[in-house]
């Protein structure tokens, strides 16, 4: 463990507050599932990912990570800019005029620690699995990781990919889908509901495990798992368990966050229930 | 005229095939990608010598883009593999998105493009991808016009860096471009100089404008006729140079008349030169099941169309 599970715990909050006064800034934005994949996020990049802030496209020998659902880039950018890829100053900027912190997720500004555009649903797998074919051509021991909504699941991409991941053998990439069962409209499970998605997934052919993704040991410990998983014939995915808004009260477990922003006095509100623990932007 | 012949047919998708495989011989980064059309788009040669490049995607096109983006971020050069109409609007977000505005260096190379796909009928012949993928910003669109261009064009997009749209086509055609030639991305090749009326053409409409060039000799008419193989970039200022000395244009192509060579020729000229311009092209229509001639001479694509289209050009001259 390079930080003790408090410590990832004080990253996330942090990374929790500037995802809420990004968002409120700019009264625009996609708050709820920013906060769902907080302690994702934070140990992905804090604690799992083998990769190099002095950002390469390539990323040679290092591990790349692919977010599919681009609309949570609060929380990527949080992740990205605390880790140092840029001054986390820059978080100000977001989704402003000639910025680099797009609505969504872009290569095209040069914001480094982004290999692909993503906002448009259901692309991110496949371009994941491309990135992981390469890194077996090449020899190259680096991991692919990538990061899909559940409600984005309804894109027919995503099972074209699901499909040939497993039949190629792609076993150097762990998936992941923020399971939160909300989407803009209401519930997963009335607008179009995913049913038995562990199933579905081992019917495709791949090795899935679960987690919780608001339980900073446990999704932790997921990660070093399905690490351990790797090279062994079959993609890996964690279908992780999370819920919208998770660490603000009043956010919590519902779809009415997934797209708007907190006023001043919910933002007073919320701030007051995440500890600042490495200075707001 | 009579500045071109030929001696023998091959069909442009073959010419495809070969520059693949010289590709792949020249450069280790290079792979291929196909959604369940290997023998349609000629790449058994590459599969056979390089099995460990190459990706089986299956049906699923909008997969085959998004693994191609990905594929170019360890430096591959990934070209994929399936017909015209399933190259584009069937992916256009994935291309959109993954692809140009993320500025990948993925070449779609895209077969039986236009109504020369012949008897499978409308569902399969796309006509309106070149106006799809010039739209895109960055994207590169290039129709080459016989087996050797396509060859070579093959070659020259593995060395440029960036999407590229290439696309050809289905049926046997005349052979006559040099088998050696140079091919510059954004460079017009100018066929026969002229003085009277000028001829562009792209894809499998310039041996036609050839043919109609014959004709229109034989009507005392004497025809520039230019071969632009890219679309975009636009070889400007060789249109305008040609323009300016005859005065009025015919564009052709096997493309609706809406999105394709023939509008990015009218926009540079309404810009910079104004003259008269006849499109030969598709009347905004879908086309249908029959012979690749049958369907060239219903939708007006014939070099006699070519012939009228210059005859009129020409009486609007001011």
Redesign the interface.
């Known amino acids: 463990m390079k930080h003790s599970i408090s410590e990832l715990e004080d990253i996330a909050s942090q990374v929790r507050r500037d995802c809420l006064r990004m968002v409120h800034a700019v009264q625009s934005g996609h708050p709820g599932a920013s906060l769902g994949c907080a302690d994702f996020f934070t140990a992905l990049y804090f604690e799992v990912l083998n990769h190099n802030p002095k950002f390469s496209?390539?990323?040679?020998g290092e591990d790349?990570f692919?977010l599919s659902n681009g609309h949570i880039s609060p929380v990527w950018y949080s992740v990205l800019a605390r880790s140092g890829y840029f001054e986390v100053s820059e978080l100000a900027t977001f989704r402003k005029l000639d910025s680099r912190l797009q609505g969504h997720p872009?290569?095209?500004e040069g914001l480094p620690g982004v290999?692909?555009?993503?906002?448009?649903l259901?692309?991110?797998?496949?371009?994941?699995?491309?990135?992981?074919?390469?890194?077996k051509?090449?020899g190259?021991k680096g991991l692919v990781y990538a990061l899909m909504g559940d409600g984005e699941l309804q894109e027919?991409?995503n099972w074209?990919?699901l499909?040939?991941a497993p039949f190629?053998k792609v076993d150097n990439l762990i998936a992941s889908v923020d399971y939160n069962g909300q989407q803009i409209d209401g519930p997963t499970e009335k607008v179009l509901s995913l049913e038995n998605l562990q199933a579905k997934f081992e019917a495709f052919g791949w090795h899935v495990i679960t987690s919780d993704g608001n339980d900073m040991a446990e999704i932790t410990k997921a990660l070093h798992y399905a690490k351990s998983l790797t090279g062994k014939g079959k993609p890996i995915l964690n279908l992780m368990s999370t819920q919208m808004g998770y660490g603000v009260d009043f956010m919590v477990g519902t779809h009415k966050w997934h797209g708007s922003a907190p006023s001043d006095a919910q933002l007073e509100t919320a701030l007051g229930q995440l500890k600042e623990t490495a200075g707001d932007y | 005229m009579k500045k071109y012949t030929y001696t023998e047919k091959k069909d442009t998708r073959s010419g495809f095939g070969a520059g693949l495989h010289e590709a792949g011989k020249r450069n280790e980064n290079v792979v291929a990608l196909c959604a369940d059309l290997v023998g349609s788009l000629k790449m058994d040669a590459f599969i056979k010598d390089f099995p460990e490049r190459f990706v089986q995607v299956g049906i699923a096109e909008a997969n085959m883009m998004g693994i191609a983006a990905g594929l170019t971020i360890n430096g591959k050069i990934p070209f994929t593999g399936t017909f015209a109409n399933f190259s584009t609007g069937r992916v256009y977000d994935q291309i959109r998105q993954s692809i140009a505005y993320s500025n990948k260096n993925v070449k779609i190379c895209a077969s039986h493009a236009g109504l020369t796909l012949g008897e499978d009928g409308a569902t399969h012949q796309i006509l309106e991808d070149i106006g799809l993928m010039k739209m895109l910003p960055g994207m590169v669109v290039i129709n080459p016009c016989d087996y050797n261009q396509t060859k070579a064009a093959t070659l020259a997009i593995m060395e440029y860096e960036g999407p590229v749209y290439l696309r050809f086509g289905r049926p046997v055609i005349p052979v006559f471009t040099p088998e050696d030639q140079k091919f510059e991305i954004g460079k017009a090749w100018m066929v026969n100089e002229g003085t009277d009326v000028t001829i562009i053409a792209t894809g499998h409409m310039v041996w036609r404008a050839i043919e109609a060039g014959e004709k229109l000799a034989e009507l005392g008419i004497d025809a520039e006729i230019i071969n632009i193989h890219t679309i975009k970039p636009l070889d400007e200022e060789a249109i305008l140079k040609s323009v300016k000395k005859t005065g009025c244009v015919v564009t052709c192509e096997e493309h609706n008349k809406f999105g394709g060579l023939g509008e990015s020729v009218a926009r540079l000229l309404t810009t910079t030169y104004l003259a008269p311009q006849e499109f030969v092209a598709v009347n905004d229509s879908f086309g249908e099941s029959a012979t690749p001639d049958q369907l060239m001479t219903k939708y007006k694509l014939d070099p006699s169309d070519i012939v009228a289209a210059a005859q009129k050009v020409m009486k609007r001259k001011v």
Not at chain 1, 122 to 135: F, P, R, T
């Open positions: 496209m390539e990323g040679v790349l692919f872009t290569t095209h290999r692909i555009a993503s906002g448009s259901g692309q991110g797998l496949s371009v994941a699995i491309g990135a992981a074919l390469a890194k051509i090449d190259d027919g991409q074209e990919a499909m040939f190629h």
